[in-house]
């Protein structure tokens, strides 16, 4: 469905944050990215989504295929109403100063169609719990349902492809694995689903296959459940690894092996 | 007493202006965090534009009048592809450099075009002066009050009744989420320049209907400082309240303290009133309260 070849990304002329990562998303799938800070995984959804010009940065080489056609380029409206692909990004994106219905009839402005109304009842039945505080402004919501809404609206754009930025950031467990359920939902009627998160162990679980980004390329792949076995995984973003307590000497091998290839 | 009620009344008229003008600064400066120093260039500038379909070619009124507001819009429009739009997601503050360029630019353009002497300008309204007992208040700045308050909530509706009036505030607060959520934010700030041009060319249209037209009116638009820092950078209704505020001081300052021998005081009394404001409230009378949550 999406295939990325090459991509290389640069802030401001100078900062080189994607440096030739190449991947692939298959259509249906949930696809899981996983990368410490600054492994330039948001960078790697705007750049997809368009928006990375509103950032100061630059394409520089490669290129971005939807299908046959590169979307390399396109604005960020346009990739959306071509190719149905909405990025959430990351910090619960939600316009605080208007009401949770405010917010949802704001992300349906790129259909403009009259079925706005059956939507909102779709999104509700899918996140019940915005109903109670529905004509509130959305900034005195809760962290869990602020992220909920947020998915929300990208529904509201009827998506074919979602690109997720770190959905569980700052929520508690429980509700983490209450959004993964519904994530896994929406996957299953039918939207793909890329999935960027810290939380690797959770975000694995759910998902059919995964990369590891590290310094702005792919290190690793392979399916949701290969990864999680993976000892380099294992040890460098589940925090589980060897149980044995490492002694100095250890550490250095550790930096070693860090190298991955 | 009569007096000060009179002073009052007149302050109020022509406050609704000066609210006229503070909404067309707050709505561009809530969008894109930008302060429009061209203002008053835009205001001549639409004048003008009326002027020329009005009294040069003629047309009557009820034809002049939205033709030359959606002229406004359009020179609006383009100003700001050409100058805000490649800016689009750098400091709000290069932004606000730009439009004091445009400002002199602007300027250049109109005395180019239409000179600097000035233009009469009189709108043959029906007569709708009030006089009753003592009071006397005088057609005009009834005209202009009530226009500028009639613009004032058509914008409102706009905004907050329809769906582009929604995609607008959804932008106002941050174009990154708009863009994200399939806004064009791009055409968005389109839109709002156009409409703030056009509000900004009612308000210069009935400033200039109060005597005569001509480049020197770009100091009118200096009244919109004023009235923003009192309301708030980013309040509608602060606009509303605060262009109310200073026409009332205005209008005060010239019946009290003018006659003590202080001439033009009047001018300056707004930033008094302003300096007072915010020293207790330094992000003006209904400057952004920011959500907590709890």
């Known amino acids: 469905m999406l295939s990325i070849n090459n991509l290389r990304v640069v802030y401001h002329d100078v900062i080189s944050v994607l440096n030739g990562i190449s991947l692939e998303v298959k259509e249906g799938e949930i696809l899981v990215i996983i990368g410490a800070n600054g492994a330039g995984k948001t960078t790697l959804l705007r750049t997809i989504a368009g928006m990375i010009h509103f950032y100061n940065g630059d394409i520089i080489d490669g290129d971005i295929k939807m299908g046959d056609v590169s979307i390399k380029g396109l604005d960020s409206s346009d990739i959306m109403k071509r190719y149905s692909l909405t990025y959430v990004m990351e910090d619960r994106p939600i316009f605080e100063y208007l009401t949770i219905e405010e917010n949802l009839k704001a992300a349906s402005y790129s259909r403009w169609d009259n079925k706005v109304k059956d939507d909102i009842e779709m999104v509700l039945d899918y996140f019940p719990g915005l109903k109670r505080t529905f004509n509130r402004r959305a900034g ?17 754009t009827k998506p074919r492809m979602l690109l ?20 896994q939902k929406l996957n299953r009627s039918g939207i793909t689903v890329v999935l960027v998160e810290q939380n690797a162990f959770a975000a694995l679980n759910i998902g059919n296959r995964g990369y590891v980004v590290e310094m702005g390329r792919v290190v690793l792949d392979g399916e949701g459940q290969e990864l999680l076995k993976n000892e380099d995984v294992r040890e460098f973003y589940l925090g589980a690894g060897e149980t044995t ?17 | 007493m009569i007096d000060f009620l009179q002073a009052v009344g007149d302050g109020i008229f022509i406050g609704l202006v000066y609210a006229l003008l503070g909404l067309c600064i707050v709505i561009i400066f809530k969008a894109s965090e930008t302060f429009n120093f061209a203002i008053g260039e835009f205001l001549v500038f639409g004048a003008f534009l009326f002027y020329v379909l009005f009294f040069d070619l003629g047309f009557p009124i009820v034809v002049a009048f939205p033709v030359g507001l959606a002229a406004a819009a359009a020179v609006g429009g383009i100003i700001e592809w050409f100058s805000i739009r490649p800016l689009l997601g750098r400091s709000p503050l290069s932004m606000t450099m730009v439009t004091l360029g445009l400002a002199m630019v602007m300027r250049a353009v109109i005395q180019f075009i239409w000179g600097s002497h000035s233009y009469s300008f009189f709108l043959e309204l029906p007569d709708i002066t009030v006089e009753k007992g003592e009071f006397l208040f005088i057609s005009d700045p009834i005209w202009a009050g009530m226009l500028s308050i009639v613009t004032f909530i058509v914008i409102l509706l706009f905004l907050f009744r329809t769906r582009w009036g929604l995609a607008i505030r959804a932008v106002s607060e941050d174009q990154a989420k708009a863009m994200a959520f399939g806004i064009n934010a791009r055409f968005i700030l389109l839109i709002i320049w156009a409409i703030s041009a056009a509000c900004i060319a009612v308000a210069g249209i009935m ?11 770009v100091s009118v638009g200096l009244r919109s400082i ?12 602060g606009a509303l309240v605060a262009g109310i505020i200073v026409g009332v001081t205005e209008s005060l300052a ?35 309260v920011r959500i907590e949550r709890v």
């Not at chain 1, 602020?146 to 998915?151: E, R, Y």
């Not at chain 1, 997720?164 to 994530?183: C, H, K, M, V």
């Not at chain 2, 303290?257 to 209904?286: N, S, T």
Request: positive net charge.
């Open chain 1, 164 to 183: 997720l930025d770190e959905p569980s950031l700052g929520l508690a467990p429980l509700i983490t694995r209450e959004l993964f359920q519904i994530i």
């Open chain 1, 140 to 156: 005195y919501a809760s962290g869990g349902e602020q992220q909920m809404l947020a998915i929300g609206m990208a529904l509201m």
């Open chain 1, 245 to 261: 307590r490492k002694s100095f000497k250890d550490a250095k091998r550790y930096k070693r092996r860090k190298r991955w290839l």
């Open chain 2, 207 to 217: 400033i200039s209907n109060f005597g005569a037209l001509s480049v020197t009116s």
């Open chain 2, 254 to 288: 010239g019946a009290y303290i003018e006659p003590l021998g202080l001439v033009g005081f009047k001018e300056v009394a707004p930033y008094f009133m302003m300096l007072i404001v915010l020293f207790i409230r330094p992000y003006g009378l209904f400057g952004t």
């Open chain 2, 226 to 237: 004023p009235v923003v820092l009192i309301g708030g950078m980013d309040s509608i209704i």
